[in-house]
């Protein structure tokens, strides 16, 4: 965390102290301790009755929880977890979307974010600051690759597929979306030789993040093998090519850090679904990305992308219950500003009412 | 060729009529041809007295030439060979540096060349003209990454070894030649942060060639991740990794046209030893590039890196001959314009007399 995020609140720290009681017991924090809050419930040590509450519990409310973790999300439960001095959450999640159908909440969330689908976007502006290292890279690569062209354009390719790859359809995706959306100039395929370009013609700065090169490649060989149609320059620039996520190196977590907040400096941007690298760089950016919706049996979806809803993360592992009826229920459809995501279909977003369905 | 290059002389061509007669027999033509001038010679067949001469003669002037076809290269023998109407040659080699041997050719080529080591440029110049397609691969690459940049420098990685690599050796080679012989500002490696950088600082495009991506990577992240300590910026880009030797493709060839073309634009230029590919690059650019010298046991040669005498390509395999005594010599040390290559000890280039010997 030190060596990513500054401190964000002056003269104050957001991380423990070294000597926090709790810390030595954080590796066995999970599903099974007996202060993991889905655990008491399991066992019945809950009593909603008694002011007598335990000094601390353990909140699991990683995408891997239970139905009992899942009550993290009824109002009777967050009365009682309200008089817990001390609460220890893991989680993996952007369960934001979750805590608006908290009706104890409601008025607190309409007071911090009358826009409602604003929340990362604040959040994230006030809290996430890249330290010296980071920005040393973020300003770096701006200067050098980004900063001279009229425009720029962010493209997040992020693929969930076993297979090796790389995948012709995810580029031929790419293509189609960047194209058929005007965000990109098509280029002159029949044509090889030059356009006398005008003195200096619009340019724009393609910047593509990527654990594998392909995709960039892709681009950069199509704007460098044809002119394009209107004599429009564009450039194509991806910082690194890590291969495959390496989290446990110091540097790779800089660049990945540093790559999603120049995603977040472009003018239009375009992420690949399920990702959580697109919606950071979508939130602090405070843009509605274009999403390159999943392929089904490697073919190019109609459309190839879809326009964001808001410029909110999903929540890719929400509770589906209903606390007041106690079953089942689409919390997709309970509220007009808590909807299903475009990427994932059981996933729920925060978008602003007003906003017409697609 | 007519994909790659435009006619050079105006109202004519440099490409055979479709319909010239010995076209068809091109194919058979080899060492072991009987109007092959080497095996003519084993034949005793020359007759250097009279004035009855073959029509066509079979000249191979390539690496593998033996004894006798390089009698090509003595006085005796062109007087004779220029009594016959046509020559067919195959070669590989750049050979004209043996060419400032032949006493015959001594005055036409003063003529021609006063200043002697400026053959391949102003044949280059003269000959090579992209077509419109390769025309159009540079002018956009230009266009896109290199023409904002303050000044660039052109690093042409050939690495001449069976092991797949990459080498870290040639990446250390690479970063202590450019910035021992300051073609490239230091970076400082124990600072990662940012330096606040003047207004628009001095900025350098690095045009890296090569058939793999590994070289370009380690320079555009060692300039990504530390600070350079005189605030410069550095740019680091590559037109294409091909990988491996694909001359059956068109595409293939356009680009490594195109790249020696671009390599030819830069303003100081790094080249690998053996290389044809640098050697072109240098002589259309009218360069004397500094030659990263063949590494023994994957270690870094001390210097890293040597300027080249002149701008001309060397002849790898010359003929170490005396014509008049006929017996072996080094034909690197008989006349002061044509000296041992840099980089190949063996082989000889035309240098400037006036040039004091490294
Ligand atoms: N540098 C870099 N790292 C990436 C990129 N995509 C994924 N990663 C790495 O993979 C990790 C996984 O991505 P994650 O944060 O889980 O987002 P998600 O997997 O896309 O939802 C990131 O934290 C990075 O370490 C990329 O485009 N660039
Ligand atoms: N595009 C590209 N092709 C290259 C590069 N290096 C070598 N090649 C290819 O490999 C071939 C061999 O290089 P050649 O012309 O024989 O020069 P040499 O092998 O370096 O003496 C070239 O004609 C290209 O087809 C490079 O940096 N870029």
């Given at each position: 965390?030190?060596?990513?995020?500054?401190?964000?609140?002056?003269?104050?720290?957001?991380?423990?102290?070294l000597d926090f009681p709790l810390t030595k017991q954080f590796d066995g924090f999970n599903q099974g301790n007996s202060r993991c809050y889905g655990k008491m419930l399991k066992d019945k040590a809950v009593n909603y009755s008694t002011n007598s509450v335990p000094s601390y519990v353990y909140l699991h409310v990683a995408h891997d929880y239970d139905a009992e973790d899942k009550l993290f999300f009824c109002d009777d439960d967050q009365s009682l977890l309200s008089k817990v001095p001390w609460l220890v959450?893991?989680?993996?999640?952007?369960?934001?979307?979750?805590?608006?159908?908290?009706?104890?909440?409601?008025?607190?969330?309409?007071?911090?974010?009358?826009?409602?689908?604003?929340v990362f976007h604040y959040l994230g502006q006030y809290l996430f600051h890249p330290t010296n290292a980071v920005w040393g890279l973020i300003t770096r690569y701006h200067q050098t690759y980004l900063a001279h062209a009229d425009e720029s354009l962010g493209v997040q390719v992020r693929v969930f597929d076993p297979?090796?790859?790389?995948?012709?359809?995810?580029?031929?995706?790419?293509?189609?979306?960047?194209?058929?959306?005007?965000?990109?100039?098509?280029?002159?395929?029949?044509?090889?030789?030059?356009?006398?370009?005008?003195?200096?013609?619009?340019?724009?700065?393609?910047?593509?993040?990527?654990?594998?090169?392909?995709?960039?490649?892709?681009?950069?060989?199509?704007?460098?093998?044809?002119?394009?149609?209107?004599?429009?320059?564009?450039?194509?620039?991806?910082?690194?090519?890590?291969?495959?996520?390496?989290?446990e190196k110091r540097m790779h977590?800089?660049?990945?850090?540093?790559?999603?907040?120049?995603?977040?400096l472009t003018d239009n941007l375009v992420t690949s679904a399920w990702s959580t690298f697109g919606y950071v760089a979508q939130g602090l950016g405070g843009m509605k990305p274009w999403i390159l919706v999943k392929t089904e049996n490697d073919t190019?979806?109609?459309?190839?992308?879809?326009?964001?809803m808001s410029m909110e993360?999903?929540?890719?592992?929400?509770?589906?219950?209903?606390?007041?009826?106690?079953?089942?229920?689409?919390?997709?459809?309970?509220?007009?500003?808590?909807?299903?995501?475009?990427?994932?279909?059981?996933?729920?977003?925060?978008?602003?009412?007003?906003?017409?369905?697609?």
């Amino acid at each position: 965390m030190k060596d990513l995020f500054c401190e964000p609140f002056p003269s104050n720290s957001w991380l423990l102290p070294l000597d926090f009681p709790l810390t030595k017991q954080f590796d066995g924090f999970n599903q099974g301790n007996s202060r993991c809050y889905g655990k008491m419930l399991k066992d019945k040590a809950v009593n909603y009755s008694t002011n007598s509450v335990p000094s601390y519990v353990y909140l699991h409310v990683a995408h891997d929880y239970d139905a009992e973790d899942k009550l993290f999300f009824c109002d009777d439960d967050q009365s009682l977890l309200s008089k817990v001095p001390w609460l220890v959450m893991r989680t993996d999640n952007y369960f934001v979307p979750s805590l608006f159908l908290i009706t104890a909440f409601e008025q607190e969330l309409e007071k911090m974010f009358p826009e409602k689908a604003t929340v990362f976007h604040y959040l994230g502006q006030y809290l996430f600051h890249p330290t010296n290292a980071v920005w040393g890279l973020i300003t770096r690569y701006h200067q050098t690759y980004l900063a001279h062209a009229d425009e720029s354009l962010g493209v997040q390719v992020r693929v969930f597929d076993p297979r090796p790859g790389p995948f012709k359809h995810v580029m031929d995706q790419i293509r189609s979306c960047t194209l058929n959306q005007n965000l990109l100039p098509r280029v002159d395929v029949k044509a090889s030789g030059f356009t006398s370009s005008k003195k200096n013609p619009k340019s724009t700065a393609i910047l593509v993040t990527s654990l594998k090169l392909d995709y960039s490649d892709d681009l950069r060989s199509m704007y460098w093998e044809h002119p394009t149609s209107n004599g429009e320059v564009v450039g194509v620039y991806q910082p690194s090519h890590e291969e495959f996520q390496q989290t446990e190196k110091r540097m790779h977590n800089r660049k990945a850090w540093a790559e999603m907040y120049l995603l977040s400096l472009t003018d239009n941007l375009v992420t690949s679904a399920w990702s959580t690298f697109g919606y950071v760089a979508q939130g602090l950016g405070g843009m509605k990305p274009w999403i390159l919706v999943k392929t089904e049996n490697d073919t190019v979806p109609d459309p190839p992308c879809r326009l964001a809803m808001s410029m909110e993360p999903c929540f890719h592992a929400p509770p589906l219950y209903d606390c007041k009826e106690k079953r089942g229920t689409d919390t997709g459809a309970q509220v007009p500003h808590v909807k299903h995501c475009e990427d994932v279909s059981w996933g729920v977003k925060v978008i602003d009412p007003g906003h017409d369905e697609l």
